[in-house]
């Protein structure tokens, strides 16, 4: 019998529906599935390295996505929460969603889905939590710019909110703990990497050119910026 494998991923949420077309395409026998940046191998385990590929990325999003609307939506929030070990409870939905009927049940299926369904909920209050706080300030160059601080990654969820409460106005929302920012310029929404610290800010953003700040800050190689396409479409989810 194969050896149960522990699949190692760039941390994104791409890169996790990648790991797991991966799994199901090679029929990997899987231990755990975890964050590069976090690798702790088992024991008895040995590690594959996934490497994010959006093609593969977007067939399991519209597959769970076409069987439940619902489903996609807790899977997308629940990994937003960045709980230690929520990708294998993931894997392990999304396998039930696709077993078949005949088979015996995932064991403590049950308590997966309500484990997932409760980070899912915390994600979901934090976003709202954050879109009622978030204050803004307005640079030399017109852009609403605020920085925050949310328990779980709620970045990705919050623009489309923004957006309709800014119309025609361009913005920027800076995560201080996760160092990253969402821009929206109008037309698209980007993810953006940057460290800003409390000495970096500009002291009077009135009289600043935010934009051109924020260029001189970005970090080329980052990995939220594999993040953008199919994370922008999760907003679908978020209302």
């Known amino acids: 019998m194969e ?7 760039d941390g994104s949420f ?14 990997i026998p899987v231990t755990d599935i975890q964050k590069n940046r ?7 385990s040995e ?10 990325a977007r067939r399991v999003w519209n597959s769970i996505q076409n069987k439940s609307n619902a489903a996609i939506k807790s899977i997308y929030f629940a990994f937003l929460s960045e ?4 990708e294998l ?7 039930s969603m696709y077993a078949n009927p005949d088979d015996h049940p995932i064991e403590g299926i049950s308590d997966i889905i309500l484990r997932i369904q409760q980070h899912s909920r915390m994600v979901a209050r934090e976003k709202h939590r954050i879109e009622a706080i978030a204050n803004f300030e307005i640079s030399q160059d017109q852009v609403f710019f605020s920085i925050v601080s949310p328990a779980f ?4 969820l919050i623009s489309k909110y923004f957006r309709s409460k800014f119309q025609g106005q361009e913005f920027i929302i800076y995560d201080q703990k996760r160092k990253y920012a969402i821009f929206y310029n109008l037309y698209t929404v980007e993810i953006i990497s940057m460290e800003l610290s409390v000495h970096d800010y500009p002291r009077k953003l009135s009289q600043t050119h935010i934009k051109q700040f924020i260029n001189n800050k970005l970090h080329p ?14 907003e679908k989810a978020a209302v």
């Not at 050896?3 to 991923?9: F, Q, R, S």
């Not at 990654?153 to 990705?156: G, S, T």
């Open 3 to 9: 050896n149960p494998k522990v699949l190692i991923y």
């Open 14 to 27: 791409n890169g996790f529906l990648t790991t797991v077309y991966k799994i199901f395409e090679e029929k």
């Open 38 to 44: 976090e690798l702790q191998k088992g024991l008895f």
């Open 47 to 56: 590690a594959i390295t996934v490497f994010t590929q959006m093609d593969k």
């Open 83 to 86: 709980t230690k070990g929520i």
């Open 89 to 95: 409870l993931l894997y392990q939905y999304i396998r």
């Open 153 to 156: 990654d709620v970045l990705p």
């Open 221 to 234: 190689h980052s990995p939220y910026s594999k993040r953008v396409q199919l994370e922008a479409e999760g």
